[in-house]
């Protein structure tokens, strides 16, 4: 079962709206399984991802750059609008599996200095016998969080029109919330 952070940042890089869920699809219930000593690491992550996304959106035309970054189990997808808000997704596709990022175990793969982020900009990766029905690379699971952000994309060009909201401004909407909420269901 997958578990999912969504952050829209602003263009000064702050972030303006958080999102937990977990995956509706394949039996799951919609609740995020974060483990609790990691929970606080996700804005932290999607975050440190900011700098790949910046390197990137330059580089190409897109809205959509899939998979930008990875850290250990957890990957980070980018959507870009044309004001450069940023929609970045965390997603671990089994957050339960022991991993070093979840664990105090001393051994991991990480590269020198213990850090064991790396980018990988539309690369692909997942080994093992679970990574073909849970790999965040995969071409399905690319179109759901695709479709996930085009969704969220129409309700918040919806969210801009509104006379009482400016760019950067945090989103408090309820109805902004659960619409994303349903599209989290809807696609992931």
Not at 22 to 49: C, L, T, W, Y
Not at 160 to 187: E, H, I, Q, W
């Amino acid at each position: 079962m997958s578990s999912f952070y969504f952050a829209i940042v602003g263009t000064k890089d702050n972030p303006i709206f958080e999102h937990e869920f977990g995956s509706s699809k394949h039996g799951g219930d919609g609740v995020a399984r974060f483990p609790e000593q990691a929970r606080h690491m996700n804005q932290f992550i999607v975050h440190s991802s900011l700098d790949i996304v910046e390197e990137v959106q330059w580089g190409t035309g897109l809205m959509y750059l899939k998979v930008i970054d990875r850290f250990y189990n957890n990957y980070v997808s980018c959507f870009l609008t044309g004001g450069n808000i940023k929609f970045l997704l965390l997603h671990a596709p089994n957050p339960t599996v022991s991993t070093p990022y979840y664990s105090n175990s001393s051994s991991s793969s990480s590269g020198p200095g213990g850090i064991a982020g790396s980018s990988l900009v539309g690369g692909s990766s997942g080994t093992g016998a679970s990574a073909a029905t849970a790999n965040p690379t995969a071409p399905a699971t690319e179109e759901a969080i695709r479709q996930f952000f085009m969704d969220v994309y129409d309700v918040w060009v919806k969210n801009l029109m509104n006379p009482f909201y400016t760019v950067n401004m945090d989103v408090k909407s309820p109805v902004f919330r659960a619409r994303v909420a349903a599209a989290g269901r809807k696609y992931l």
